[in-house]
């Protein structure tokens, strides 16, 4: 019989973290102990003692170029000890999910590696790799539905003997104790005038509500500027923010941004929920007690905030809800005919229903209010507001403006929908790194002799030439060298396929050939994910093989060893985003 079993949770998993909810709910008890554990016990150091345990479930994602996460480091670090022999691990039964997208190329590159180096260090598994991705239709569901019920199976056969205990038992009908513990602190909050005691301190409330522990910059946006054409599908932003403390970036360096809900939505919420003539109550949050957190850190200390600015900063009303937010709903809807079509959402076989109903129309949980009035009315309790709601999650934006310019940071953005804004991937040649103290060794009497290629492609030159005055003054002043390409550009000859970036790479495979091997060029891939930087990827071979292009042909075999040599010194490096 096992008496523990260790959930590895890495902390920095935003996706699972939203979800424990549904781990901890799944029939096996001693899951919630140790899950809760791995949660609250921010900064939990891996250690070999990790090792020792008889029974851990990880779950891992893979970040960057198929790296692990930074919480995972330490872990993985050990794990890959020369010193470590191959019964190292032959107590130890294991089962891993990973977490991840397939149109990454190294796709849950860190959960197989993982999964591999346990057995050869001797452990078992108890089932077979589970593999999350972000592009099956129901996101990481998909598999994680599949998985959890192998899992579970499995670990009952080795924990039979303590499934049925009765300090085991729990009923899935009882509510779940919130991880938050919120009260009312004062009724009627004065907002022209608040007490001094308030801290608007974002780092300590994002780190209470389940963020890691970040610094939060706040700041002042100078310019929000449309640089796409106003009858341009696309609404492609710059904008530039004005930091109010000093902060120092690198090439290649990305922001999180916190977004707010307007207040129109922030309105209707507590309009719908029934909490509008609460708005300026102040409300004192902590993290609720109990055995497993009595120690207690930063991130637990009370905070104070009137209802209105909880919602308005960490409550996304304007997301699509997971299924485990139907789950909550249905402890709280005062109608039964709700209830039922609530708990339909959120359980499994339901798949249908809420695929049709949320993710299709991209629902949010605004909407969804409007959809079921037995949640109105204050149904949902003020303490259960940070449990039910999702919380607020950061997008992510590559910095496309350099520190030697300017102290202001600027970001580009398409603004896709109403609903969301997604990353645009272009690297302004300002940002591009170059390695600038090796120059000698190829053959160049200075740094200045260095140069920066810009192959730059998007659909049309009149419309989505992103910072298109600014990129060609760079080239008037011998800064960039620039091949622009569009590939619905009206002024393509007609019937000729669409030329993309990886087409003008081909046409100039003698410069970048003479670039890449001969004058140790850095590359750097950005843009879309999906076909286009496999496809880039597949060019650069091909230049680098063609005996057409100058000197030093490479076979197709070196010229695929000498790229990945180029990705392991990270002279080729991507930075796609969905
Ligand atoms: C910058 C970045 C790099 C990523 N690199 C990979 C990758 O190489 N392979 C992969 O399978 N998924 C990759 N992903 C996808 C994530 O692993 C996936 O979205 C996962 O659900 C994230 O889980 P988390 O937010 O809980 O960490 C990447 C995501 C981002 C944002």
Not at 233 to 258: A, C, E, H, L
Not at 424 to 452: A, F, H, M, P
């Amino acid at each position: 019989m096992y008496s523990k079993i260790i959930l590895k949770l890495d902390k920095f998993s935003y996706s699972l973290r939203f979800r424990n909810w549904k781990f901890s709910r799944c029939g096996l008890p001693i899951f919630h102990r140790f899950l809760e554990k791995t949660l609250q016990n921010r900064g939990y150091i891996l250690s070999r003692s990790y090792m020792e345990n008889k029974l851990i479930v990880f779950f891992c994602s893979t970040t960057g170029q198929g790296n692990e996460p930074e919480t995972m480091k330490a872990f993985w670090k050990l794990l890959l000890k020369k010193s470590l022999s191959p019964d190292t691990c032959k107590e130890l039964k294991f089962a891993v999910f990973g977490l991840g997208d397939s149109s990454y190329e190294k796709y849950n590159f860190v959960a197989k590696k993982l999964f591999r180096r346990l057995k050869n260090l001797g452990a078992t598994d108890i089932v077979e790799l589970g593999l999350g991705d972000d592009q099956h239709y129901l996101g990481l569901d998909g598999a994680l539905d599949k998985w959890i019920p192998r899992l579970f199976e499995e670990i009952y056969k080795i924990c039979g003997s303590v499934k049925n205990t009765k300090e085991n038992i729990i009923d899935i009908n009882v509510l779940p104790k919130p991880q938050f513990s919120i009260q009312l602190y004062n009724d009627n909050y004065n907002t022209r005038n608040p007490p001094t005691n308030v801290p608007p301190n974002f780092a300590e409330i994002y780190s209470m509500i389940g963020h890691s522990r970040v610094s939060v910059v706040t700041g002042t946006v100078l310019s929000n500027i449309r640089i796409t054409a106003e009858d341009h599908f696309q609404d492609v932003r710059s904008i530039t923010f004005k930091p109010n403390t000093d902060v120092i970036w690198n090439p290649g360096d990305y922001v999180n941004v916190f977004p707010k809900n307007s207040n129109n939505l922030v309105t209707e919420f507590l309009d719908l929920v029934g909490y509008s003539t609460m708005k300026n109550s102040l409300l004192k949050i902590s993290k609720s007690k109990n055995e497993t957190n009595a120690k207690t850190d930063d991130s637990e200390k009370p905070f104070l905030i009137s209802f209105w600015d909880l919602v308005k900063n960490y409550v996304d009303i304007n997301s699509v809800p997971r299924r485990s937010f139907f789950k909550w709903c249905s402890y709280f809807t005062k109608s039964e005919a709700e209830k039922e079509k609530l708990l339909e959402l959120s359980d499994s076989s339901g798949i249908d229903l809420y695929y049709s109903y949320c993710v299709i129309p991209k629902r949010t949980v605004l909407e969804v209010l409007y959809d079921f009035s037995g949640l109105h009315n204050c149904a949902i309790p003020i303490e259960m507001i940070l449990q039910v709601f999702p919380v607020m999650m950061p997008r992510g934006y590559s910095i496309s403006s350099s520190m030697k310019i300017s102290n202001n940071i600027r970001l580009t953005a398409e603004r896709s929908t109403e609903k969301s804004v997604n990353g645009n991937g272009l690297i302004e040649s300002t940002r591009v790194k170059k390695d600038n103290t090796k120059y000698q060794s190829y053959g160049l009497k200075s740094s200045s002799e260095c140069k920066t290629l810009m192959i730059f492609g998007n659909r049309n030159s009149e419309k989505d030439f992103l910072y298109k005055n600014e990129l060609l003054n760079f080239v008037d002043k011998s800064h960039l060298e620039l091949i622009a390409t569009f590939s619905r550009d009206p002024k393509n000859p007609p019937g000729l396929p669409k030329y993309y970036v990886q087409n003008a790479i081909e046409d100039n495979g003698a410069l970048i050939k003479d670039l890449i091997l001969n004058k140790g060029a850095y590359l750097y891939v950005s843009g879309k994910l999906g076909k286009m930087p496999l496809d880039v990827k597949n060019s650069i071979k091909k230049v680098l093989a063609n005996h057409n292009n100058g000197s030093l042909p490479l076979n197709l075999d070196d010229a695929e060893n000498y790229l990945k040599y180029m990705i392991k010194t990270k002279r080729y490096q991507e930075e796609c985003w969905n």
